[in-house]
Each structure stands twice: as structure tokens, then as C-alpha cells.
């Protein structure tokens, strides 16, 4: 099968800027998730979308980050404006039951690499 | 979320088992117990996972303490491709909360 598809692979942009990034997720998956990497730890859940629907934002900063998944499936992450402190690889994971089932894995993509200067 | 504790280095040889261990002692009846690997440059990547009972698959074994307040991952056999961040994470709700891992490092 297809694994998860993330671009851009890289992106630079100055701080104060916007920046959007893209993710297809394993067909038929119910469940999406964005996770922040930065450097030296581990992923952090960003949000949490079961079909089109937000099950959980706890994690995200509302007042510059924006997510949406259209139809309950591609799905892209936004930050308007970029600050240096958002420079980090944003992983898009998808995984098929979802929140009722324990035994459905995370798909990772490979991430965007993020710089901010 | 309930927190794990794992080295945060570990070596290990070529072809020779290893054992990664992880401490959950606030683990609660209904947390699963998964590990995931990130390779460099890579998302992380399902390794196995298990609620009271051992479990194996072709990529690991892992087993898991009477009490579950503790777990090991074993690869039986390390080659250099094992290299990687390993996560221990305890998944409620099937959110997963990871830590910093343990850097496995194989020397050829």
C-alpha cells in the first residue's frame, strides 16, 4: 500500500511569514494526526481529526496555526505568522480505526522539515 | 498522560539480541504499551505493541512485566539498519505521547 504523503519536504521562509503544508493520507484511514518534531526530541501531537471532525486541538496554537481535513481526507496544516520557535519537521500520521481500536497502528509519513529564520 | 522512562542511549553489536527497557510504573489497567522507531530522516515507524501478555512479531519481541509497571523490547537478531530512536509509549484513547526515546546505536 501507499504510504502517507507529506510536501513540501523542506521549506524556508523568514518569521512573520505563512507557510501551508500538504498531507494524503493511506487510503481509507479514519484517522489523521499532525505531530511537531523539533530538534533533539519527540514528536509532539498537534491535532487529532477522526473523518473531517477535530477530537483533539489541545496541543495546537490556535492563534497561528490552523488545520482543516476537507472531505475526511487530504488534510494541510497552516502557521500564520511563522516565529523562530516553530522551526521543526511537522509529521502527518494516519491510522485506520481510529480512536475504537487499539490494534490500528500510526502510519508516519517523512515530515516537512520546517526552517524559520 | 501516563509517562515512561527509558535510557537514553543505548549500544548494541551486529547480529547480537537487544534488550531496550522501559519503566511505566503509573501505567493504568487500560493503557497499551506500543514502541515505535524513527530511523534519521524518517516519521517514526510501528514497531509492536501488547497489553498484559508478550508479544512477538517479525520485527520484535516484547515483553512485558507481571505488574506492567515495566516492558522490554528485544531484537533478536541487530543489524545496522535496527539504528534508530526507539519510543516507549503508553497510548490512551489512542493518542500516543512520545518521549525522547533511546538512540540505539549498532557497531558493525
Known amino acids: 500500500e501507499a504510504g502517507v504523503a507529506q510536501s513540501p519536504r523542506y521549506k524556508i521562509i523568514e518569521k512573520r511569514q505563512s507557510v501551508a503544508f500538504w498531507c494524503n493520507p493511506i487510503s481509507g484511514h479514519a484517522t489523521l494526526y499532525w505531530y511537531q518534531q523539533i530538534l533533539g526530541q519527540g514528536p509532539k501531537l498537534l491535532i487529532q481529526?477522526?473523518?473531517?471532525?477535530?477530537?483533539?486541538d489541545s496541543q495546537l496554537p490556535k492563534d497561528r496555526f490552523s488545520a482543516e481535513r476537507l472531505k475526511g481526507v487530504d488534510s494541510t496544516l497552516k502557521i500564520q505568522p511563522a516565529k523562530l520557535e516553530d522551526s521543526a519537521v511537522y509529521l502527518c500520521a494516519s491510522s485506520l480505526e481510529g480512536l475504537s481500536s487499539y490494534n490500528s497502528p500510526l502510519h508516519f509519513g517523512n515530515g516537512t522539515r520546517l526552517t524559520v529564520t | 498522560d501516563a509517562k515512561t522512562t527509558q535510557p537514553n542511549s543505548m549500544e548494541s553489536n551486529e547480529e547480537e539480541p537487544v534488550h531496550l527497557p522501559c519503566n511505566h510504573s503509573?501505567?493504568?489497567?487500560?493503557?497499551?504499551i506500543h514502541w515505535y522507531r524513527q530511523l534519521p530522516s524518517q516519521g517514526p515507524e510501528y514497531v509492536i505493541h501488547g497489553l498484559t501478555s508478550n508479544v512477538n512479531n517479525r520485527m520484535a519481541s516484547l515483553a512485558i512485566a507481571e505488574d506492567r509497571k515495566s516492558s522490554t523490547l528485544i531484537l533478536h537478531r541487530a543489524t545496522l539498519r535496527d539504528a534508530a530512536v526507539y519510543y516507549c509509549i503508553l497510548g490512551s484513547n489512542y493518542k500516543l505521547t512520545f518521549g525522547k526515546g533511546t538512540l540505539l546505536t549498532v557497531n558493525p
Open positions: 503509573t501505567i493504568s489497567g487500560t493503557d497499551y
Open positions: 481529526f477522526q473523518n473531517n471532525g477535530v477530537v483533539d
